[in-house]
T-cell receptor
């Protein structure tokens, strides 16, 4: 059974800092890993998708890496801003025919960036 | 391009009633998945539909059911509501629901059972 863990559970940083969020998963047989952002009471916004054959993806100030063999992914946020404050979730899509459309999520990292 | 649309956004129901939630996926997306999000359990997978067929199901009681129409729109139904069903229900759409496809989520339906 796939289990996804995110560390830290919460993070508070001053504006301008570079930061790293961590995600680990127990079963390395995955199709892809996705990072999402969720604002309070809202839906999930997709930030980055990393396919199993890729090592990293970049979008603006965000960079996500994937080490499938060790079951780890990191999300790097450069020059953090107050608007980055949200909950960040990572999710994996397991390989195999029984995993259609089923993302397994971590519990999330609550990020607060203060001015 | 319109995103994933969920209706209604908020619902208040009484224990024992039933409820139907709707999800319209992104145009061209044929896979729709449903999730329940609660503070204690996080995001849990309910089921997935593709071309009107349920391909995958999570560990939820039979009170939770769904269906998908020929235009890929999906509905989920919860019968005999319990207080513990109070949650944010999210749907996600993707092109195929399998490898290399990105999942996009709607804004959710907040269900409160009183």
């Amino acid at each position: 059974k796939q289990e996804v863990t995110q560390i830290p559970a919460a993070l508070s940083v001053p504006e301008g800092e570079n930061l790293v969020l961590n995600c680990s998963f127990t079963d390395s047989a995955i199709y892809n890993l996705q990072w999402f952002r969720q604002d309070p009471g809202k839906g999930l916004t997709s930030l980055l998708l990393i396919q199993s054959s890729q090592r990293e993806q970049t979008s603006g100030r965000l960079n996500a890496s994937l080490d499938k063999s060790s079951g780890r992914s990191t999300l790097y946020i450069a020059a953090s801003q107050p608007g980055d404050s949200a909950t960040y979730l990572c999710a994996v899509l397991n390989a195999g025919g029984t995993s259609y459309g089923k993302l397994t999520f971590g519990q999330g990292t609550i990020l607060t960036v203060h001015p | 391009k319109a995103g994933v649309t969920q209706t209604p956004r908020y619902l208040i129901k009484t224990r024992g009633q039933q409820v139907t939630l709707s999800c319209s996926p992104i145009s061209g997306h044929r896979s729709v998945s449903w999730y329940q999000q609660t503070p204690g359990q996080g995001l849990q997978f309910l089921f997935e539909y593709f071309s009107e067929t349920q391909r995958n199901k999570g560990n939820f009681p039979g009170r939770f059911s769904g269906r998908q129409f020929s235009n890929s729109r999906s509905e989920m139904n919860v019968s005999t509501l319990e207080l513990g069903d109070s949650a944010l229900y999210l749907c996600a759409s993707s092109v195929t629901g399998v490898k290399n496809t990105e999942a996009f989520f709607g804004q959710g339906t907040r269900l409160t059972v009183v």
